[in-house]
């Protein structure tokens, strides 16, 4: 297994509440993503990030925000969770990008 | 952005039997990579294999194989001798060798195995 953990693994929270998520590697891969996944639209990319403080926007960035301090944590934050972004949420690491992406276990999130 | 299709929502194999998952995909780009992921229920998005579109030869895993067909931008995943431990969600994968990060995922193909 690629040493990518996420944190936390379950999470339940009301509509208008901040939300992080925490992705960590132990690989010292320069890329990381977050991913989200929703029944009927396989995996959408939310945000990348290239290199500490190097981040963009992927697919379906609206309402999401990331940060990447140090180059084994990239954290995407929802600053007010909405009921469209319930779902499934996993991080990626790549050495480069010509490499494939390996996954975290993913995040259940649950915006009620 | 590319798109990735995956026309078989879900799949039936017997044990010790022969499957193939189709995959057909968007592009103009001549350069790019394609992967199928498996996903087991235990939700964890596994590399099964990757083929570079620059290879002629069809990439190989052990049991797993590919059909790689450029022109027709066809990239099947054939699974011999089917295992219980294949039961999972299958998904078919692009990424650009020279624009973008992302990977582009087909809506995924249900797998499931019969003893």
């Known amino acids: 297994d690629a040493g990518i953990t996420q944190s936390p693994r379950h999470k339940v929270t009301e509509t208008g509440t901040p939300v992080t998520l925490r992705c960590h590697q132990t690989e010292n891969h320069r890329y990381m993503y977050w991913y989200r996944q929703d029944p009927g639209h396989g995996l959408r990319l939310i945000h990348y990030s290239y290199g500490v403080k190097d981040t963009d926007k992927g697919e379906v960035s609206d309402g999401y925000s990331v940060s990447r301090s140090k180059t084994e944590d990239f954290l995407l934050t929802l600053e007010s969770a909405t009921s469209s972004q319930t779902s499934v949420y996993f991080c990626a690491i790549s050495f480069s990008v010509s490499y494939e992406q390996y996954f975290g276990p993913g995040t259940r999130l649950t915006v009620t | 952005a590319q798109t990735v299709t995956q026309s078989q929502p879900e799949m039936s194999v017997q044990e010790a039997e022969t499957v193939t998952l189709s995959c057909t995909y968007d592009?103009?780009?001549?350069?790019?990579?394609l992967f199928w992921y498996k996903q087991p229920p235990s939700r964890q998005m596994i590399l099964v294999i990757r083929q570079e579109a620059y290879k002629q030869q069809n990439a190989t895993e052990n049991r797993f194989s590919v059909n790689f067909q450029k022109a027709a931008k066809s990239f099947s995943l054939k699974i011999s001798d089917s295992q219980l431990g294949d039961a999972a969600m299958y998904f078919c994968?692009?990424?650009?060798?020279?624009?973008?990060?992302?990977?582009?995922f087909g809506k995924g193909t249900s797998l499931l195995v019969t003893p």
């Open positions: 994968a692009y990424r650009s060798a020279n624009s973008g990060y992302a990977l582009n």
């Open positions: 592009t103009s780009e001549s350069d790019y990579y």
